[in-house]
């Protein structure tokens, strides 16, 4: 059983810096891999990054390719997205995510995550 707690959301000019913060409990001997989704007023929820359990291997979406950056602290039990150049669109809610049985590759399909946290708001004005 896992719990994930999202934080560092909040309210940024366009083309400013954010770091979201994931800390994760409830799995300490075991490393898998994770992912960052978001969700926008009416849309979809969408996958934005993903990273393997050691964090060798990373993958994003096209949209935010060269200006948002997946990592993870496993001493920590936390993972990160560093978000630069920051636009409107990427106004969402972000998730945390995490696996139970994948670590050496990344996964960018929702329906195979098995715990997700709450969320966080980042809101970007123009």
């Known amino acids: 059983q896992v719990q994930l707690v999202e934080s560092g959301g909040g309210l940024v000019q366009a083309g400013g810096s954010l770091r979201l913060s994931c800390e994760a409990s409830g799995r300490t001997l075991d490393t898998y891999a994770m992912g960052w989704f978001r969700q926008a007023p009416g849309k979809e929820r969408e ?66 995550y098995d715990y997700w946290g709450r969320g966080t708001q980042v809101t970007v004005s123009s």
């Open 47 to 112: 996958f934005v990054a993903a990273i393997s359990g050691s964090g060798g291997t990373t993958r994003y979406t096209d949209s935010v390719k060269g200006r948002f950056t997946i990592s993870r602290d496993n001493a920590k039990n936390t993972l990160y997205l560093q978000m630069n150049s920051l636009k409107p669109e990427d106004t969402a809610v972000y998730y945390c995510a995490s696996v139970n049985r994948w670590k050496g590759v990344v996964i960018t399909t929702e329906a195979l």
